[in-house]
């Protein structure tokens, strides 16, 4: 005989009344990020910071085979900057519209996919952008860091998944998810660290508050999820912790583009 499915989040029983409240708050933020997405592209200066390969080339002097650093291209920083602002609008404009009866459906199960979706892609650009301001430039690494970062988000979109079907929070998609998530962050401080300890070519200012600020930013995302699955006071409604959510990432999102923008992108 098959094994009950049970739900360990529990079902979402929320009223017609508080599920609109949500589609507005929905809306709300998705107008929020694209104001400020469309601003950060005109008002931004030409700033640009380049991209390399680092292809193996063979030394005829000392027959050998080393790194040929060749630039490869250079991205204008404003409106990758603005990309993910626009990929928040982009979803919250869906979920309050034309997704809002998946959203709800999915809602009532104690889940969202599109909410780990947009940030497998907002999070692991701005993650890229972090990282390029403190010298990783190589196309590879910049590819893989953002890779990780996005399957870190794709683990989210499993714990939500695979918990609708046990008797008790299984925490395993939640832990691979932190060690993928942990990486990019590993890397960009070593690099931070490197170019701390380089000389005079020390990181601007801006950046010493970037590295910290959206280090805690990201865990806070982490936090929220493990205050769900432990029922913890108002998480025990998971609409509360939805609400949460939409809130660190407009949060985040507005600290890392402002800051940016006020470092480096700010017109002269």
Known sequence: M??????????????????????????????LHLIQGILMILISNDTTYPIFTNYLNFDVATRSLKPNPQLLFEVRFGPA??????ISAVAHLYLSTIGYGKYVENLKKGMNPIRFYEYALSSSLMIVLIGMLIGLWDLGAIILIFAVNATMNLFGIMMEIHNQYTE??????FIYGC?????????????FVGAVNSGDAKPPAFVYAIVPILFVFFNCFAINMVLQYKKVGPWKDYLYGERVYIILSLSAKTVLCWLIWTGTLAPV
């Open 168 to 173: 008790k929070t299984n925490w395993t998609s």
């Open 179 to 191: 060690f993928a998530g942990i990486v990019p962050w590993i890397v960009i401080t070593l690099y």
């Open 2 to 31: 098959a094994k009950k499915q049970v739900r360990t989040m529990g079902a979402v029983n929320a009223t017609e009344k508080t599920f609109a409240g949500l589609k507005r708050f929905n809306l709300v933020m998705g107008f």
């Open 81 to 86: 900057v603005a990309c993910f602002l626009l």
